[in-house]
T-cell receptor, first 116, second 112 residues
């Protein structure tokens, strides 16, 4: 299995809703990432987990809450989002068995989030 | 600091013509460079990467890139494009640790 899966593909939520995005990989990768991508823009890093511990939080608002319950799963919990949070949310993973720079990132297809 | 500049936001080209997508970088750490492709409504896929060694790097789908240290460039080329190559292409540089800096992207549009 050489892919990263993300569910749901599309999500529409109101500003008072609570929802979660899910990411899964079975490649044995020990680093997992959340990115946010606005239309016609490059991905922006949000969070990185390595060995199931949060390594990077790029000053993301607390209405986004990541969770890494095990080495294969990564969740992003959403609460009280704003319309400007509408974007494509991408999950990625990379192995940690070589130097970090060697680690190409494997991306999932993304979740298209719309906040009303 | 690391940065990436993709010199063209859009590149229209006819099918079977050659194409070059330009990328310039700056880096204060070891230079590791990547090209990713994003097809509509999909995630990013690695086309190729330069870590060390030969400056000409071959990737998937017939793409190649040349690392030029003196010009701080890493241009992507394909000798003959197909309609299916229509996509967004991102040049990226390792920024240390777990961070990758992506360029703004180049939209390749292949016309019949």
């Amino acid at each position: 299995d050489t892919e990263v899966t993300q569910t749901p593909k599309h999500l529409v939520m109101g500003m008072t809703n609570k929802k979660s995005l899910k990411c899964e990989q079975h490649m044995g990768h020990r680093a997992m990432y959340w990115y946010k991508q606005k239309a016609k823009k490059p991905p922006e890093l949000m969070f990185v987990y390595s060995y199931e511990k949060l390594s990077i939080n790029e000053s993301v608002p607390s209405r986004f809450s990541p969770e890494c319950p095990n080495s294969s799963l990564l969740n992003l919990h959403l609460h009280a989002l704003q319309p400007e949070d509408s974007a494509l949310y991408l999950c990625a993973s990379s192995p940690l068995d070589r130097t970090e720079a060697n680690n190409e990132q494997f991306f999932g297809p993304g979740t298209r989030l719309t906040v009303l | 600091a690391q940065s990436v500049t993709q010199l063209d936001s859009q590149v229209p080209v006819f099918e079977e013509a050659p194409v070059e997508l330009r990328c310039n970088y700056s880096s204060s750490v070891s230079v590791y460079l990547f090209w990713y492709v994003q097809y509509p409504n999909q995630g990013l896929q690695l086309l190729l990467k330069y870590l060390s060694g030969s400056t000409l790097v071959k990737g998937i789908n017939g793409f190649e890139a040349e690392f030029n240290k003196s010009q701080t460039s890493f241009h992507l080329r394909k000798p003959s494009v197909h309609i299916s190559d229509t996509a967004e292409y991102f040049c990226a540089v390792w920024a240390g640790g777990f961070k990758t800096i992506f360029g703004a992207g180049t939209r390749l549009f292949v016309k019949a």
